[in-house]
């Protein structure tokens, strides 16, 4: 291989769809930059997740977050794998919305382990951070009620984990079917082998300690839960991910 030979490992594309309104509806749909929502669906995954009571589902407007929010588990961008694998081919992604996930169980005790975040959402939730919404985005808030005293152990949070992933779903199913040439952006990424060069590595620490303190890794959708594997199922061993499976979401904090 000559110094200046270079291998490409992965090509990864992603297109961005911006939404600028998102509304309850009857079914799950992406029209123009609106999507809409289908509620009634949350009836079937209460009746799928034994360990929850209820889920309220709430859609935050910019501007809007001077109320009460229960704990912060997370908060998770809504993309879809239109062809290939996590870190290359092509996904699709929303701007302007995302998806919080909070949890409290039926005795009023936050779902959190060394600290919760409950309170005005106004002054928990920093904005305009890497992994965070936009002052101007529109949060999907999905808060989960677990039955009195699951909130404690890894079933319970798990279950919201799912529970709001299977919610997220539908949506991913429409992003999927959105026209690649409508897209508002479009970025391509690759993972090359550049001879002669350095070997760059980063060292990332991730939590996997138990109930709130846990990490999925390599799920079938970007930044999802269905398919993915616990760091502390897997032993908390180390993990190689190439930078654009780190891009297409390999990885979920689950805390």
Request: aromatic share 6%; hydrophobic share 40%; with cysteine.
């Amino acid at each position: 291989m000559a110094i200046n030979d270079e291998i490409e490992m992965r090509r990864l594309v992603i297109k961005s769809y911006h939404i600028s309104e998102v509304e309850f509806s009857e079914k799950t749909d992406i029209v123009d930059k609106s999507l809409y929502l289908q509620n009634s669906v949350i009836k079937d995954i209460i009746k799928e997740e034994e360990l929850i009571d209820t889920i309220n589902l709430n859609i935050i407007k910019p501007n809007d977050h001077d109320r009460w929010t229960n704990t912060i588990m997370d908060i998770i961008p809504i993309s879809a794998k239109v062809l290939g694998i996590l870190g290359e081919g092509i996904t699709h992604t929303l701007t302007g919305v995302y998806v919080m996930l909070t949890g409290v169980d039926s005795e009023g005790i936050q779902v959190a382990e060394f600290g919760s975040s409950e309170g005005n959402l106004k002054e928990q939730l920093v904005l305009n951070r890497a992994g965070t919404p936009s002052d101007t985005d529109i949060i999907i808030s999905f808060d989960v009620v677990l039955k009195a005293g699951e909130g404690h152990a890894r079933p319970g949070p798990t279950a919201a984990h799912r529970a709001c992933d299977k919610f997220v779903q539908q949506i991913r199913n429409v992003v999927k079917r959105l026209d690649g040439n409508t897209c508002n952006e479009r970025y391509e990424f690759y993972d090359k082998i550049k001879s002669g060069k350095k070997k760059v590595v980063i060292i990332k620490q991730v939590a996997g300690q138990g109930a709130m303190y846990d990490t999925q890794l390599f799920s079938k959708e970007p930044s999802a839960f269905a398919g993915g594997r616990s760091i502390i199922d897997i032993g908390n061993v180390p993990i190689i991910v190439s930078p654009n499976e780190y891009r297409d979401g390999a990885i979920r904090a689950m805390h």
